[in-house]
């Protein structure tokens, strides 16, 4: 997380990257990367890099650089320190600004049993999120922008006794080599204002980066950088490294080995994240946007809040089932 808004480097004429859509460019068959806690790139390159992303005001749609870079920084180790190690699932964190909660989180999943193509099409499908991810308060698509790029909204539960979160993101996504990236960061929309009983949190620079390993393995590594726009305890970062992101990442492995059945039943045919002719949402005007900036929302001091009961007895619950 940063104090400032930080937006993907974009061009609103991403020409190639829709016509990569369109053609439906597959993944081939490549390795994986395992979990490490070594450097492998330079921290003033990645600087440089987040300078870049950070400069302008206009919200623009990410071009194929922007998921370049995106794609870079899952894969680099440097300034990250692995806090979780199990079950083929690493965490790794990078605190920023410890007063200011400011954190990034890196998660990387190594599926044996599930294709790259059903887990793009899990984190896609709006209607099977609300099956299977169990924090979701409230998601829905507000409007698209061109074929791989649209508008939505997403609240969350935030453990206890933390107000719960909401967002409205510029989403985009990209088959891209041997690779699927999905990826949003946080945009203002005039119909939809911060709500009172959510605190509006900031998507910075957050998404997922999936890596065909064979025909029926892949790799999946997400990415977040979000403001929660308040100062949070030092144990709500701890469990979001030891206990939260595992859990999550559990949590879409499980959802992508029923999704064949459920999809089944479930409009079958229907997925216009890789169809565009079949999206039903309605054009928004890029005017009807702006970037939202951190510092325009207001901060909520929640750092002298304890964990309650309830969330430590299902902590240590799920440890025990370990």
Not at 153 to 178: A, E, F, H, Q
């Amino acid at each position: 997380m940063f104090e400032h808004q930080t937006r993907p480097d974009v061009n609103q004429g991403s020409e190639t990257a829709e016509t990569r859509l369109r053609d439906g460019e597959r993944n081939r068959p490549s390795g994986s990367r395992r979990c490490s806690s070594r450097s492998s790139s330079s921290s003033s390159s990645r600087r440089r890099m987040m300078r870049m992303m950070m400069s302008g005001e206009e919200v623009l749609i990410p071009d194929d650089r922007a998921f370049s870079r995106f794609k870079h920084e899952c894969q680099s180790e440097e300034g990250w320190s692995l806090t979780y190690n199990k079950n083929n699932i690493c965490v790794w964190i990078q605190v920023l600004e410890e007063e200011k909660s400011l954190h990034k989180i890196k998660c990387r999943m190594m599926c044996k049993d599930i294709p790259a193509e059903t887990m793009y099409d899990v984190l896609h499908d709006i209607e099977y999120r609300r099956k299977w991810d169990a924090n979701v308060i409230e998601t829905f698509d507000i409007g698209k922008l061109t074929v791989n790029a649209d508008v939505g909204y997403y609240s969350w539960k935030c453990p206890k006794p933390l107000k719960n979160r909401d967002v409205i993101t510029l989403r985009s996504w990209l088959p891209m080599g041997n690779d699927y990236i999905i990826m949003n960061y946080s945009v203002k929309h005039a119909k939809y204002p911060p709500k009172k009983d959510l605190v509006r949190a900031v998507s910075i620079q957050t998404g997922y980066l999936i890596q065909r390993t064979g025909p029926t393995s892949c790799t999946l590594t997400y990415l977040a950088q979000v403001d929660p726009k308040g100062s949070l305890p030092k144990w709500v970062v701890n469990k979001s490294s030891q206990f939260l992101a595992p859990k999550a990442m559990k949590r879409i492995s499980k959802a992508c080995l029923r999704y064949p059945e459920w999809k089944q039943k479930h409009s079958p045919g229907f997925k216009p994240w890789l169809f565009p002719e079949q999206n039903p949402l309605s054009n928004i005007p890029m005017s009807e946007l702006s970037i939202q900036h951190a510092e325009s929302l207001e901060n909520i001091d929640e750092s002298s809040l304890s964990e309650s009961k309830d969330e430590r007895a299902e902590h240590s619950d799920d440890e025990a089932n370990n």
